[in-house]
């Protein structure tokens, strides 16, 4: 059994344990300075071959914890099942665990330190592991982002996960004091969406507002003919204009992904809208893509009586908001929501 504060209790996670001199619960020192343990913080080992996935990098880092101490950052929230903070910078690197200790705690490889006050109501346990609430957490995520196209990215992504909705992070911001990154975060609640279904899809948005200056598109939003039929939800749309905004990724670019992305536009086109897709090369050349949306714009100004519209009948279902979500069922979450993960 292992001595620690707070041992993980999540399947496929393996709990660091201190030497143990019997070698029952732990290495013994021998086996400590061998290549089968692997160090995981000061006085704490797990098997070398342990894989080192972010769940467990952030079991590990919080094993150092005291009582009123605890996890926050990107980590709380994928600890808490947030899909899209996977502890990387675009799928690259490794961004350290963040740990908010009252004592003077050292920052080692994989966690870094915060000192920033924390009273004992805004930590919760889940699966034995001590984290700041979700609202603290996007709010500090936020705070310290590289930029504001960063820090939008993690409200849209943890309203995504239904872990936070805008009003909340509002509210909980409002009550901050002039803390470091604070006007960063209110910026980022200016131009968060409960709605948007991936990362790129929130740069994208950005994209089309802030350098193409076009107007706040609206995400996901479903689109039907005039009979009432759903013909798409693409990734935005111009309730005004009619300009639709789609995001193809690299599951786009095979043949029957281009097919399929090919048949829908045309779909869109069909009812007086004119779609514009975003690819994944083009964030090589923002400029480049910036002209096409400018381009869709002038073109949509110019389409005929338009045979679509964003107003739903009455049997279906609409999710576009975290309240809404929240109010689901498991059984019309795994309906309503099977989409979503693909964007």
């Not at 400018?294 to 975290?322: I, K, N």
Request: charged share 25%.
């Amino acid at each position: 059994m292992t001595s620690l504060r707070w041992p993980a209790t999540r399947a496929g996670v393996v709990v660091p344990v201190p030497i143990d001199a019997t070698g029952l619960s732990g290495p013994t020192p021998g086996q400590a300075r061998g290549p089968r343990w692997r160090t995981t913080s000061r006085g704490l080992y797990v098997p070398s071959a342990v894989t080192v996935s972010a769940d467990q990098r952030i079991a590990e880092a919080a094993a150092v914890l005291h009582d009123d101490e605890a996890v926050t950052g990107w980590a709380a929230l994928h600890w808490s099942r947030a899909a899209w903070f996977d502890g990387t910078v675009g799928g690259v690197g490794r961004r350290d665990v963040v740990l908010v200790a009252r004592r003077h705690l050292v920052a080692q490889p994989g966690f870094s330190v915060s000192q920033e006050f924390l009273h004992p109501d805004e930590i919760e346990v889940v699966d034995g592991l001590p984290l700041t609430r979700a609202v603290r957490s996007v709010t500090f995520e936020m705070r310290y982002a590289a930029d504001l196209g960063a820090a939008v990215e993690a409200i849209d992504m943890a309203c995504y996960a239904d872990l936070v909705s805008i009003a909340e992070v509002t509210a909980y911001v409002a009550q901050l004091g002039p803390v470091t990154g604070i006007q960063r975060a209110r910026d980022a609640l200016v131009e968060a969406d409960e709605n948007s279904w991936s990362p790129r899809e929130t740069r994208m948005r950005g994209v089309w507002t802030r350098r193409a200056g076009l107007p706040r598109p609206r995400c996901n939003v479903p689109v039907f003919d005039l009979d009432g039929r759903h013909v798409g939800t693409p990734d935005m749309v111009d309730p005004v204009t009619g300009v639709v905004g789609l995001y193809h990724g690299d599951s786009h670019l095979t043949l029957v992904g281009a097919s399929g992305d090919a048949v829908k536009e045309d779909a869109y086109r069909d009812l007086g809208l004119e779609p514009v897709a975003m690819l994944a090369p083009d964030w090589g050349d923002l400029d480049a893509f910036t002209a096409r949306l400018h381009a869709a714009a002038r073109r949509a100004a110019r389409r005929g009586p338009r045979g679509w519209t964003l107003s739903p009948p009455e049997w279906w279902t609409t999710t576009d908001t975290v309240e809404k979500r929240r109010a689901l069922t498991d059984r019309q979450r795994r309906k309503y929501l099977r989409y979503r993960r693909a964007a």
